[in-house]
T-cell receptor, first 109, second 117 residues
Framework: GQNIDQPTEMTATEGAIVQINCTYQTSGFNGLFWYQQHAGEAPTFLSYNVLDGLEEKGRFSSFLSRSKGYSYLLLKELQMKDSASYLCAVMDSNYQLIWGAGTKLIIKP | GAVVSQHPSRVICKSGTSVKIECRSLDFQATTMFWYRQFPKKSLMLMATSNEGSKATYEQGVEKDKFLINHASLTLSTLTVTSAHPEDSSFYIC?????????????FGPGTRLTVT
Protein backbone atom coordinates (compact mmCIF):
# COMPACT_ATOMS: atom_id res chain seq x y z
CA GLY A 1 0.00 0.00 0.00
CA GLN A 2 0.92 3.64 -0.19
CA ASN A 3 2.20 5.32 2.93
CA ILE A 4 3.51 8.72 3.97
CA ASP A 5 5.00 9.12 7.44
CA GLN A 6 5.80 12.34 9.25
CA PRO A 7 5.92 13.26 12.93
CA THR A 8 2.63 14.27 14.49
CA GLU A 9 3.91 17.29 16.38
CA MET A 10 7.11 19.27 16.88
CA THR A 11 8.02 22.20 19.09
CA ALA A 12 10.70 24.78 18.37
CA THR A 13 11.81 28.19 19.61
CA GLU A 14 11.40 31.48 17.80
CA GLY A 15 14.55 32.29 15.83
CA ALA A 16 15.76 28.69 15.77
CA ILE A 17 15.87 26.08 13.00
CA VAL A 18 13.61 23.05 12.68
CA GLN A 19 13.65 20.08 10.33
CA ILE A 20 10.47 18.16 9.56
CA ASN A 21 11.06 14.72 8.09
CA CYS A 22 8.87 12.76 5.70
CA THR A 23 9.31 9.18 4.50
CA TYR A 24 7.20 7.64 1.80
CA GLN A 25 6.32 4.42 0.05
CA THR A 26 4.21 4.97 -3.05
CA SER A 27 3.37 3.32 -6.33
CA GLY A 28 5.46 5.47 -8.61
CA PHE A 29 6.89 8.89 -7.98
CA ASN A 30 6.26 12.13 -9.82
CA GLY A 31 7.41 14.59 -7.22
CA LEU A 32 7.09 15.49 -3.55
CA PHE A 33 5.32 18.57 -2.27
CA TRP A 34 5.35 20.42 1.01
CA TYR A 35 2.35 22.50 2.03
CA GLN A 36 1.70 24.76 4.99
CA GLN A 37 -1.74 24.77 6.55
CA HIS A 38 -2.93 27.15 9.25
CA ALA A 39 -5.87 26.00 11.35
CA GLY A 40 -9.16 26.36 9.52
CA GLU A 41 -7.53 27.29 6.23
CA ALA A 42 -6.66 25.45 3.03
CA PRO A 43 -3.06 24.34 2.43
CA THR A 44 -0.65 26.70 0.71
CA PHE A 45 2.15 25.50 -1.53
CA LEU A 46 5.71 25.69 -0.14
CA SER A 47 7.95 23.54 -2.32
CA TYR A 48 8.21 20.86 -4.98
CA ASN A 49 11.08 18.37 -5.37
CA VAL A 50 11.35 15.85 -8.18
CA LEU A 51 15.13 15.42 -8.36
CA ASP A 52 17.47 14.50 -5.51
CA GLY A 53 18.97 17.38 -3.63
CA LEU A 54 18.17 20.56 -1.79
CA GLU A 55 15.83 23.28 -3.02
CA GLU A 56 16.17 26.57 -1.17
CA LYS A 57 13.50 29.23 -1.11
CA GLY A 58 14.11 31.99 1.39
CA ARG A 59 13.81 30.73 4.96
CA PHE A 60 12.45 27.40 3.75
CA SER A 61 14.43 24.58 2.14
CA SER A 62 13.32 21.13 1.05
CA PHE A 63 15.48 18.08 0.48
CA LEU A 64 14.74 14.88 -1.40
CA SER A 65 16.40 11.46 -1.62
CA ARG A 66 14.41 9.24 -3.97
CA SER A 67 16.53 6.15 -3.27
CA LYS A 68 15.74 6.44 0.44
CA GLY A 69 12.12 7.55 0.01
CA TYR A 70 12.92 10.49 2.24
CA SER A 71 12.42 14.23 2.31
CA TYR A 72 12.73 16.99 4.85
CA LEU A 73 11.52 20.54 5.14
CA LEU A 74 13.95 22.90 6.86
CA LEU A 75 12.67 26.12 8.37
CA LYS A 76 15.20 28.72 9.47
CA GLU A 77 14.86 31.85 11.60
CA LEU A 78 11.54 30.65 12.91
CA GLN A 79 8.80 33.20 13.41
CA MET A 80 5.64 32.87 15.46
CA LYS A 81 3.59 32.95 12.25
CA ASP A 82 5.30 29.70 11.20
CA SER A 83 3.14 27.88 13.75
CA ALA A 84 1.03 25.67 11.49
CA SER A 85 0.69 22.15 10.18
CA TYR A 86 3.13 21.09 7.48
CA LEU A 87 1.87 18.50 5.03
CA CYS A 88 4.08 16.24 2.94
CA ALA A 89 2.46 14.89 -0.24
CA VAL A 90 3.79 12.62 -2.97
CA MET A 91 2.45 12.53 -6.52
CA ASP A 92 2.17 8.90 -7.56
CA SER A 93 2.29 7.24 -10.97
CA ASN A 94 -1.33 8.28 -11.62
CA TYR A 95 -0.45 11.92 -10.90
CA GLN A 96 -2.53 11.89 -7.75
CA LEU A 97 -1.34 13.38 -4.49
CA ILE A 98 -0.91 11.00 -1.57
CA TRP A 99 -0.99 12.98 1.65
CA GLY A 100 0.78 12.57 4.96
CA ALA A 101 -1.17 13.31 8.12
CA GLY A 102 0.74 16.51 8.68
CA THR A 103 3.15 17.74 11.34
CA LYS A 104 1.85 20.33 13.76
CA LEU A 105 4.65 22.79 14.45
CA ILE A 106 4.43 24.80 17.66
CA ILE A 107 6.69 27.84 17.95
CA LYS A 108 7.49 29.13 21.42
CA PRO A 109 8.85 32.60 22.20
CA GLY B 1 -0.12 33.14 -8.69
CA ALA B 2 -3.14 31.17 -9.73
CA VAL B 3 -6.30 31.74 -7.70
CA VAL B 4 -9.03 29.27 -6.86
CA SER B 5 -12.19 30.41 -5.14
CA GLN B 6 -14.82 28.45 -3.29
CA HIS B 7 -18.34 29.45 -2.42
CA PRO B 8 -19.73 29.45 0.16
CA SER B 9 -16.97 29.61 2.74
CA ARG B 10 -19.31 28.46 5.50
CA VAL B 11 -22.70 26.82 5.35
CA ILE B 12 -25.05 25.44 7.97
CA CYS B 13 -27.86 23.24 6.78
CA LYS B 14 -30.49 20.97 8.25
CA SER B 15 -30.28 17.22 8.07
CA GLY B 16 -31.88 15.88 4.90
CA THR B 17 -31.27 18.94 2.75
CA SER B 18 -28.75 19.30 -0.09
CA VAL B 19 -25.86 21.73 -0.29
CA LYS B 20 -23.93 22.83 -3.36
CA ILE B 21 -20.33 24.02 -3.15
CA GLU B 22 -18.73 25.83 -6.08
CA CYS B 23 -15.06 25.79 -7.00
CA ARG B 24 -13.75 28.24 -9.59
CA SER B 25 -10.32 28.79 -11.10
CA LEU B 26 -10.22 32.55 -11.57
CA ASP B 27 -7.25 33.19 -13.83
CA PHE B 28 -6.42 29.88 -15.45
CA GLN B 29 -8.11 26.92 -17.09
CA ALA B 30 -8.28 23.77 -15.04
CA THR B 31 -8.88 20.56 -16.94
CA THR B 32 -8.68 18.66 -13.67
CA MET B 33 -10.16 19.59 -10.32
CA PHE B 34 -9.96 17.65 -7.10
CA TRP B 35 -12.30 17.53 -4.14
CA TYR B 36 -10.92 16.81 -0.71
CA ARG B 37 -12.45 16.34 2.68
CA GLN B 38 -10.57 17.08 5.87
CA PHE B 39 -11.55 15.80 9.27
CA PRO B 40 -10.27 17.60 12.37
CA LYS B 41 -6.57 17.01 12.97
CA LYS B 42 -6.35 14.64 10.01
CA SER B 43 -4.84 14.86 6.57
CA LEU B 44 -6.71 15.66 3.41
CA MET B 45 -8.74 12.78 2.01
CA LEU B 46 -9.23 12.79 -1.73
CA MET B 47 -12.87 12.26 -2.53
CA ALA B 48 -12.90 12.49 -6.30
CA THR B 49 -11.11 13.74 -9.36
CA SER B 50 -13.15 15.59 -11.94
CA ASN B 51 -12.16 16.23 -15.53
CA GLU B 52 -13.93 18.85 -17.59
CA GLY B 53 -16.72 17.40 -19.65
CA SER B 54 -16.55 13.88 -18.24
CA LYS B 55 -17.74 11.96 -15.21
CA ALA B 56 -15.82 12.29 -11.98
CA THR B 57 -13.64 9.47 -10.71
CA TYR B 58 -14.50 8.68 -7.11
CA GLU B 59 -12.16 7.24 -4.54
CA GLN B 60 -13.02 3.97 -2.88
CA GLY B 61 -15.55 4.41 -0.13
CA VAL B 62 -16.96 7.71 -1.42
CA GLU B 63 -20.63 7.48 -2.38
CA LYS B 64 -21.05 8.96 -5.83
CA ASP B 65 -24.82 9.30 -5.40
CA LYS B 66 -24.35 11.27 -2.23
CA PHE B 67 -21.51 13.51 -3.37
CA LEU B 68 -22.46 14.71 -6.85
CA ILE B 69 -19.66 16.34 -8.78
CA ASN B 70 -20.09 18.33 -11.96
CA HIS B 71 -17.25 19.88 -13.97
CA ALA B 72 -19.12 21.63 -16.72
CA SER B 73 -16.44 24.10 -17.78
CA LEU B 74 -12.71 24.63 -17.56
CA THR B 75 -13.15 27.05 -14.69
CA LEU B 76 -15.99 25.61 -12.61
CA SER B 77 -16.61 22.43 -10.67
CA THR B 78 -19.41 21.87 -8.18
CA LEU B 79 -19.84 19.42 -5.33
CA THR B 80 -23.38 18.75 -4.13
CA VAL B 81 -23.84 16.97 -0.84
CA THR B 82 -27.26 15.35 -1.14
CA SER B 83 -29.49 14.45 1.81
CA ALA B 84 -26.88 15.73 4.22
CA HIS B 85 -26.41 14.11 7.63
CA PRO B 86 -24.50 15.38 10.66
CA GLU B 87 -21.63 13.02 9.86
CA ASP B 88 -21.14 14.92 6.59
CA SER B 89 -20.08 17.93 8.62
CA SER B 90 -16.52 18.64 7.57
CA PHE B 91 -14.13 20.99 5.81
CA TYR B 92 -14.35 20.51 2.04
CA ILE B 93 -11.48 21.79 -0.09
CA CYS B 94 -11.16 21.86 -3.85
CA UNK B 95 -8.00 22.19 -5.86
CA UNK B 96 -7.33 22.76 -9.51
CA UNK B 97 -4.49 21.76 -11.75
CA UNK B 98 -3.46 24.01 -14.62
CA UNK B 99 -4.22 22.72 -18.10
CA UNK B 100 -0.49 22.83 -18.85
CA UNK B 101 2.04 20.13 -17.87
CA UNK B 102 0.81 17.03 -16.11
CA UNK B 103 3.13 17.40 -13.17
CA UNK B 104 2.76 20.60 -11.28
CA UNK B 105 1.39 22.11 -8.15
CA UNK B 106 -2.27 22.08 -7.39
CA UNK B 107 -3.87 25.37 -6.46
CA PHE B 108 -6.21 25.12 -3.51
CA GLY B 109 -9.43 26.91 -2.83
CA PRO B 110 -9.96 28.40 0.64
CA GLY B 111 -12.27 25.59 1.70
CA THR B 112 -15.92 25.34 2.75
CA ARG B 113 -16.90 24.54 6.30
CA LEU B 114 -20.12 22.51 6.23
CA THR B 115 -22.12 21.99 9.40
CA VAL B 116 -25.18 19.76 9.27
CA THR B 117 -27.57 20.13 12.21
Amino acid sequence: GQNIDQPTEMTATEGAIVQINCTYQTSGFNGLFWYQQHAGEAPTFLSYNVLDGLEEKGRFSSFLSRSKGYSYLLLKELQMKDSASYLCAVMDSNYQLIWGAGTKLIIKP
Amino acid sequence: GAVVSQHPSRVICKSGTSVKIECRSLDFQATTMFWYRQFPKKSLMLMATSNEGSKATYEQGVEKDKFLINHASLTLSTLTVTSAHPEDSSFYICSARDAGPEVGEQYFGPGTRLTVT
